[in-house]
């Protein structure tokens, strides 16, 4: 069982910067991939990015490549998103979720694939 917990949402303008956090809870975080999702209220969850247990591998989606950056500290059982450039249409809530896998290949891109998620944080940007 692991838990999660983010933090960091908040209100920024457009263009600015904000860096989540996730905290796990659980001996086990390093045997996760870990993946960040967002949803605004009637839409699905969309996969932002995710990273693999280990931090050497990320992936992300086409719509936040070189602004969004994945970072993990295992000795801290935490992930980051770091969000640069944030736009107009990105506020939603954000969620961390933990998906079962220790491969560097195969990370999961769709929420099914995850086993365990936090509550979320809200992101809102003003233009």
């Known amino acids: 069982q692991v838990q999660l917990v983010e933090s960091g949402g908040g209100l920024v303008q457009a263009g600015d910067s904000l860096r989540l956090s996730c905290a796990a809870s659980?001996?086990?975080?390093?045997?996760?991939?870990m993946g960040w999702f967002r949803q605004v209220p009637g839409n699905e969850r969309e996969f932002v990015g995710v990273i693999s247990s280990s931090g050497k591998s990320t992936v992300y989606a086409d719509s936040v490549k070189g602004r969004f950056t994945i970072s993990r500290d295992n000795d801290k059982n935490t992930v980051y998103l770091q969000m640069n450039k944030l736009k107009p249409e990105e506020p939603a809530v954000y969620y961390c979720?933990?998906?079962?896998?220790?491969?560097?290949?195969?990370?999961?891109?769709?929420?099914?694939?995850?086993?365990?998620w936090g509550q979320g944080t809200q992101v809102t940007v003003s233009s």
């Open positions: 979720a933990a998906d079962r896998n220790t491969l560097e290949y195969g990370l999961g891109d769709v929420h099914y694939e995850y086993d365990y």
């Open positions: 659980g001996r086990t975080f390093s045997s996760y991939a």
